[in-house]
């Protein structure tokens, strides 16, 4: 079973910039795609990023196309998000998960593994 551990949420002003980590273990992190979601207080939770296992297919939410950009560096079973030009709207749980298959996946069903959560909060 897979675990996940994210880091690097905070606070910022809208414009700022974060940047997500989220770390494996207990699975060959290189066999399987990665996934960032996120959920809103009152709100359910939505898909905002995917890459495939090797890196080379990546998809985005339209909602943070342009400014959201989702890495992973295999060496250390850790994946990324670069949060830049935040805004307000982008306040909450950021959730990375694992995915079921190498591929990329844009739905919650696509994944089996997920960490507890990084808050993100941006302030206008």
């Known amino acids: 079973q897979v675990q996940l551990v994210e880091s690097g949420g905070g606070s910022v002003q809208a414009g700022g910039s974060l940047r997500l980590s989220c770390a494996a273990s207990?699975?060959?992190?290189?066999?399987?795609?990665m996934g960032w979601f996120r959920q809103a207080p009152g709100k359910e939770r939505e898909f905002v990023s995917t890459?495939?296992?090797?890196?080379?297919?990546?998809y985005y939410a339209d909602s943070v196309k342009g400014r959201f950009t989702i890495s992973r560096d295999n060496a250390k079973n850790t994946v990324y998000l670069q949060m830049d030009s935040l805004k307000p709207e982008d306040t909450a749980v950021y959730y990375c998960?694992?995915?079921?298959?190498?591929?990329?996946?844009?739905?919650?069903?696509?994944?089996?593994?997920w960490g507890q959560g990084t808050q993100v909060t941006v302030s206008s």
């Open positions: 890459i495939n296992w090797s890196g080379g297919l990546t």
């Open positions: 998960a694992a995915g079921r298959t190498a591929g990329p996946g844009t739905g919650l069903g696509a994944y089996d593994g």
């Open positions: 207990g699975r060959t992190f290189s066999s399987f795609g």
